[in-house]
């Protein structure tokens, strides 16, 4: 039937009837060719303006590369001025004796830094109000710990300026961070005589989308471009907070402009705009516009008159058979031939509609013949259509395209379907292949159970899953780690499994090597200072009944020098090589470390039956290494302790703290040696275990309230009456005898019980204080207080509960500070003693004199006392160069408005010269000496001293 239909179309036409038709068409295709024409004119215009477009977005591209590189050329230069500026010192910072930077170089600030991101001082021009926010100079300080390397930054937020923090090591060795700024109308200057491009800097309000006028900071023709850019972003409101190109009309003529993002600062987005006129392209656009605008009128207005002329009775007859034909799918056949014979046209001549027209009437009688046929096949065309299974619509529309592994096999393994990833890794060939298994590629080497016999109850439950990892073995021999999801189907009523695996080699490498990274160290590979002494303490565990356990230290004397000589590369070259050295000289099972900054660690055990011993392995050789750099041979030497582990002590960390102890001592003596522990007697052990056993009586002491207070008076010798006591403490042992502070106070300082312990003095002082003010008694109290307590962060608020808890009365307060202490760092020690000053309290200045301390120093510390040594006054009747400097340091102290006590007044003679030189205050064994509360007197005067006439 179908061959029936094609004949009936493929009958020719009577060439005398069909010439009518012919030239219809002929004309029809003259029109049209002419509309194809005035179509390929206006798409070559299209592509002649997208060219246009183009060439102007990569010109406003290279503008903003432009931009850019002045801006990186500009940073640059100011790195080099920060290469070249001299940095003041300490004493230029804090009196702000820094000249202003130099009108040359267009700088409007420089600003020096702390690590920490405090400013140390600051060089700005007059009238510059140019300066880094605190969350930019504390974003720069955090990079600059970790990147060492200058960051340069342009911002706008009040105003626009360029800042770069550069870190700086100065000659004395202080690190600091100097920042330099510069006001960016320098950049839009160059940018401006460098490509004659306009361009603005300003900020954008992400929550506004009208840009406010007051925001543009910075532009080149500013009057012009102020007012083209608030056209351009008020009337197409800003985009996005990326980049953005522009080429439109404005109020103000034909522009192109690029904006790009510079900075994020202090919530304030800043953004640069290049911005050209295109007034010219415009022009060329309206006039190509026109032109094709004309001609599509005239080609059109020709078409429709001639179709409407010539046309329009064929089309007619065309328009009829199109009704027809939407009627013969649905099977109206006899309506469709009653319009059909309507139509008929009788005429002489007949053209080619009049043969599609008897066709389409042989094509009706074809049609029901074949509607027959059709309805026979239609059940036979539904069965084949639900024979299309899920597996073919899979293979057609995702196996292929997906970045899973994904195969369709049986309960066997058997590959039923691999989609394109499976095979390029498995290295079939087929989606379909024959005798192919998925337990050849995806499988555990480590156990013999197949991935299909771990799935094999999966194919019970339709849609039920599985989850878990398995290696894939690719056809090159690689293995790569899988993430397997599995899931049971059926495809033509069999059971399948459907294993989707994706890749996560990379991943799982990924942790395996931070894991690696993160317990061993970078530069030499060997185990670093915690997963040593992870790994020594569980070796220690494991073998101390049965061998003789040995630490070995190794420390490369003078490393810090090493490294400012030859720089940090050559340091960490240094580092590896020894690190390699070790490895080699040192027994295999022993465990290697380093352990901190140029040193090592080795833990070494033998059996104790073998007689081995660290001794044996020649370690005296490793105290000298011959470095090279640059053809030049540096002599390295290392000092080497050697400890032994006994069950005295608490593990490896106590061992190591001994070692490291040891090797101190060892390199205040003698570098580049070899020292035995265990060659020396038993005194430093003795030692040690004497240290142990104070430092736990002195917990116990502070735990229990064992501490108790002396009083040593201080006499006025202008009232001839006790002003103030000192407060001592003593500690009780267990059997209730007093112990000195000599042998307590110093391992309350290397076991960080100093806090804890000047606390406790001080509320008992304070309690004894409001005591005697409840009493009437008019005696103040001096309290001694360390360093390391003065600088608890919360030292303030502790002083000032304390105080409270207790009601004394802070002017009757005296804190005395070490000398030595209060000048270790000057500024510190300001701002701490200024605590006391806060609250009422006096301050005195401790042990004057061992310190050498300048008179610049006093006069800028905040105290109210001078307590000269007591070294300087013991044998004073008997010295004169200490009469000598004693007057000085009274006189100095009386000129900058201090009081004078002196210590260690023993005898009568001693008294009467200090009265002669001025001094206002005495203390010591003459007048009286370290007294509990309950024998202390406070009626003493001076004729209590003095012999009777």
């Known amino acids: 039937m179908l061959k029936r239909i094609q004949d009936l179309f493929a009958q020719p036409a009577n060439s005398a009837v069909s010439f009518g038709l012919q030239r219809k068409l002929s004309i029809v295709l003259v029109l049209g060719m002419t509309l194809v024409m005035v179509a390929r004119g206006y798409i070559s215009f299209v592509q002649i303006v997208d060219s246009q477009r183009e060439k102007i977005e990569s010109d406003l591209l290279k503008l903003e590369e432009t931009f850019l590189a002045v801006n990186e050329r500009s940073s640059k230069e100011l790195f080099r001025l920060a290469d070249q500026k001299v940095i003041p010192s300490d004493d230029e910072i804090s009196n702000g004796d820094i000249a202003a930077p130099s009108l040359m170089s267009g700088i409007e600030s420089i600003y020096y830094i702390s690590n920490s991101g405090a400013i140390l001082g600051r060089s700005v021009q007059d009238g510059s109000s140019i300066r880094p926010s605190e969350s930019q100079i504390y974003d720069a300080a955090n990079t600059l710990k ?531 522990a265990a060659d020396s007697d038993d005194t430093s052990r003795q030692l040690r275990q004497e240290k142990y056993r104070m430092r736990e009586q002195l917990q116990s002491a502070l735990s229990n309230n064992r501490l108790v207070l002396f009083y040593q008076p201080i006499l006025d010798l202008n009232t001839n009456s006790i002003s103030h006591c000192e407060c001592l403490v003593r500690m009780l042992d267990d059997e209730g005898e007093f112990i000195s502070p000599v042998h307590f106070l110093g391992i309350a300082a290397e076991s960080g019980l100093m806090p804890q312990l000047d606390f406790s003095v001080m509320e008992k002082a304070m309690r004894q204080q409001r005591i005697w003010e409840d009493a009437g008694i008019d005696v103040g109290l001096s309290i001694n207080i360390t360093a390391i307590t003065l600088e608890q962060v919360d030292f303030e608020t502790r002083l000032a509960d304390v105080i409270t808890r207790t009601g004394a009365n802070p002017i009757r307060l005296i804190f005395e500070v070490l000398e030595t202490d209060a000048l270790e760092n000057l500024g510190q020690a300001q701002r701490l003693l200024n605590n006391f000053r806060k609250v009422g309290a006096k301050v005195a200045l401790d042990d004057f004199g061992i310190g050498f301390t300048s008179f610049q120093y006093v006069r800028e510390l905040p105290v109210d006392y001078i307590k000269i040594d007591q070294s300087f006054i013991r044998f004073i009747h008997e010295r004169e160069s200490d009469q000598v400097l004693v007057k000085s340091m009274v006189e100095m102290s009386h000129n900058l408005g201090k009081k004078v006590i002196v210590e260690g007044v023993e005898t009568l003679q001693a008294l009467e010269i200090v009265r002669d030189l001025g001094v206002e205050c005495v203390q010591g064994y003459y007048v009286c000496r370290p007294m509990p509360i309950s024998a202390l007197d406070l009626s003493l005067s001076i004729r209590d001293f003095e012999p009777s006439s």
Not at 415 to 436: E, M, V
Not at 486 to 510: C, F, Q, W
Not at 600 to 611: E, N, V
Request: proline share 2%; charged share 25%.
């Open 146 to 676: 970790t990147r060492q390397r200058p960051i340069a930054t342009l911002s706008c937020v009040f105003q626009c300026f360029q800042s770069v923090f550069i870190p700086i090591i100065a000659d004395d060795g202080r690190e600091l961070i100097i920042n330099i700024n510069r006001s960016a109308t320098l950049l839009v200057q160059d940018f401006y005589e460098i490509t004659g491009a306009d361009i603005a800097l300003f900020s954008f309000d992400p929550s506004s989308d009208v840009l406010a006028v007051e925001k543009i900071y910075a532009a080149s023709n500013a009057k012009d471009v102020r007012l083209v850019l608030m056209d351009i972003l008020n009337e197409n409101k800003f985009p996005s907070l990326g980049s953005h190109s522009f080429f439109d009309s404005t109020f103000n003529g034909y522009y192109s402009a690029r904006f790009f993002r510079l900075s994020n600062t202090d919530g304030v987005i800043s953004y640069a705009a290049v911005i050209e006129d295109q007034s010219h392209i415009r022009q060329l656009l309206n006039h190509a516009i026109k032109n094709i605008v004309f001609s599509a009128s005239i080609t059109l207005a020709l078409i429709i008159l001639l179709i409407s002329l010539v046309l329009k009775p064929s089309l007619d007859r065309l328009m009829m058979l199109a009704k027809i034909l939407p009627m013969l799918p649905s099977g109206k056949f006899k309506g469709a031939r009653e319009i059909l014979e309507q139509r008929i046209r009788k005429t002489k001549f007949s053209d080619e509609i009049d043969v599609v027209q008897y066709t389409v009437g042989e094509v009706i009688e074809s049609l029901e013949e074949m509607n027959e046929s059709v309805d026979q096949h239609r059940n036979q065309l539904r069965s084949k259509i639900e024979a299309l299974t899920e597996a073919q619509i899979f293979n057609d529309l995702i196996l292929d395209t997906s970045p899973l592994v994904v195969i369709i096999h049986d309960g066997n393994g058997e590959i039923r379907n691999i989609n394109k990833l499976g095979r390029d890794l498995s290295g079939l060939r087929s989606k379909n292949p024959d005798n192919a298994n998925i337990n050849t590629w995806v499988r555990n080497e480590y156990r013999s159970k197949t991935l299909s016999a771990s799935l094999h109850n999966l194919s019970d439950v339709v849609g039920k899953k599985l989850q878990g990892q398995m290696p894939f073995f690719t056809d090159d021999g690689r293995k790569l780690y899988f993430l397997w999801t599995h899931a049971s189907l059926y495809i033509n009523a069999e059971p399948h499994i459907l294993s989707m695996g994706v890749d996560i080699t990379e991943r799982k490498e990924a942790a395996e090597s931070l894991y690696w990274l993160g317990r061993h160290d970078r530069i030499t590979g060997l185990l670093n200072r915690s997963s040593f002494i992870e790994a020594a303490g569980d070796t220690i565990a494991k073998h101390c009944d049965l061998n003789v356990i040995e630490l070995a230290m190794f420390d490369v004397d003078d490393f810090a020098s090493l490294n400012d000589r030859f720089g940090f590369d050559s340091g960490d070259r240094l580092l590896n090589e020894l690190a390699a050295h070790l490895v080699v000289t040192l027994p295999q099972d022993c465990i290697v470390g380093s352990t901190g900054p140029g040193e090592f660690c080795a833990l070494i055990h033998h059996r104790k039956d073998s007689q081995e011993s660290v001794k044996d392995l020649g370690l005296e050789r490793l105290t000298r290494y011959t470095f090279i750099k640059d053809v030049v041979k540096e002599e390295v030497c290392i000092s080497i302790v050697v400890a032994s582990y006994d069950d005295t002590l608490s593990g490896i960390d106590e061992l190591m703290s001994n070692t490291t102890s040891t090797m101190a001592k060892v390199k205040r003596k003698v570098r580049g040696s070899l020292y035995c």
